[in-house]
């Protein structure tokens, strides 16, 4: 099955900053890629996706780009403000069925 | 509130007791979801519904749980003779059969397990 890779576990930046955070995948058939914010106590909310057939997606500060080759794709948020702090899942899919999730990555902005 | 909710938004219980868990999705999706997520670890897939038929289960799903969709609306999570490994927090989403499938998560139920 999937198995998706997550890095980094944590990350602290300063208010202002950008902040990357990386996946990799294992499965060469999985075609949609979602990123998920969750912050504390809180459901975990879709802020971008992009399939396959894209390299790179844009809504305001945040950015997923996707390289098929590598198997891997990345969440990209810049200027980043105190409300951004949060956990951060990506997550794989092959087809319509199921995700595989990452395990997270605890991004930490200070003021 | 139009998005997906689950009831109870806590539930503790004795080990072995049985739970039940309800998910209302969004109305116009048809399907639904379950995970279960513990502490520092992303949402697990248990299975999933389109419509009232049950499309796959994952090998995490012991033989001591059981989903139902009865009408292809609510779905109802049970767990039987809990474990204290039971404990965690368990999500449903859903989504439509269109588009991408986005998935869109309910609250969640957090069961602890005594």
């Known amino acids: 099955g999937e198995n998706v890779e997550q890095h980094p576990s944590t990350l602290s930046v300063q208010e202002g900053d950008s902040a990357v955070i990386k996946c990799t995948y294992s499965d060469s058939a999985s075609n949609y890629f979602p990123w998920y914010k969750q912050e504390l106590g809180k459901r975990p909310q879709l802020i971008i996706d992009i399939r396959s057939n894209v390299g790179e997606k844009k809504d305001q500060r945040i950015a997923v780009t996707l390289n098929k080759t590598a198997k891997h794709f990345s969440l990209h948020i810049t200027e980043t403000q105190p409300e951004d702090s949060a956990v951060y899942f990506c997550?794989?899919?092959?087809?319509?069925?199921?995700?595989?999730f990452g395990k997270g990555t605890m991004l930490l902005v200070s003021p | 509130d139009t998005g997906v909710s689950q009831d109870p938004r806590h539930k503790i219980t004795k080990r072995g007791q049985n739970v039940t868990f309800r998910c209302d999705p969004i109305s116009e999706h048809n399907r639904l979801y379950w995970y279960r997520q513990t502490l520092g670890q992303g949402p697990e897939f248990l299975t999933y519904?389109?419509?009232?038929?049950?499309?796959?289960k994952s090998r995490l799903l012991s033989d001591r749980f059981s989903a139902e969709r009865p009408k292809g609306s609510f779905s109802t999570l049970e767990i039987q003779r809990t474990e204290q490994g039971d404990s965690a927090m368990y999500l449903c989403?859903?989504?439509?059969?269109?588009?991408?499938?986005?998935?869109?998560f309910g609250p969640g139920t957090r069961l602890t397990v005594t």
């Open positions: 519904f389109q419509n009232e038929a049950q499309l796959e």
């Open positions: 989403a859903s989504s439509s059969a269109t588009g991408n499938y986005e998935q869109y």
């Open positions: 997550a794989a899919r092959e087809g319509y069925s199921t995700l595989t």
